[in-house]
């Protein structure tokens, strides 16, 4: 049975207020974590949001390493 990931990953968009929240297996790196986000909005449509938002973001990298 797969676990689910534990470490939170922290990235803050100044620009739109927004506060990202990335859950992955191990800590990730700068790009990594611009990468989960980037990968996010691409999938929302990138709908808009709110000033003070927090999304919650589920990664899988670093889960067979």
């Known amino acids: 049975m797969i ?4 470490v939170r990953n922290i990235y803050h968009d100044q ?3 927004v506060r990202y929240e990335v859950l992955s297996y ?4 700068k790009g990594e974590l611009i ?3 980037r990968m996010y909005l691409a999938q ?8 003070g938002a927090v999304i919650q ?4 990298i ?3 390493e």
């Open 57 to 60: 973001i589920t990664s899988i």
């Open 26 to 29: 191990r800590p990730l790196t």
């Open 62 to 64: 670093g889960y067979n």
């Open 3 to 6: 676990q689910t990931p534990k």
């Open 15 to 17: 620009t739109h207020g």
């Open 35 to 37: 990468l989960a986000v």
């Open 44 to 51: 929302a449509k990138a709908k808009r949001l709110k000033r």
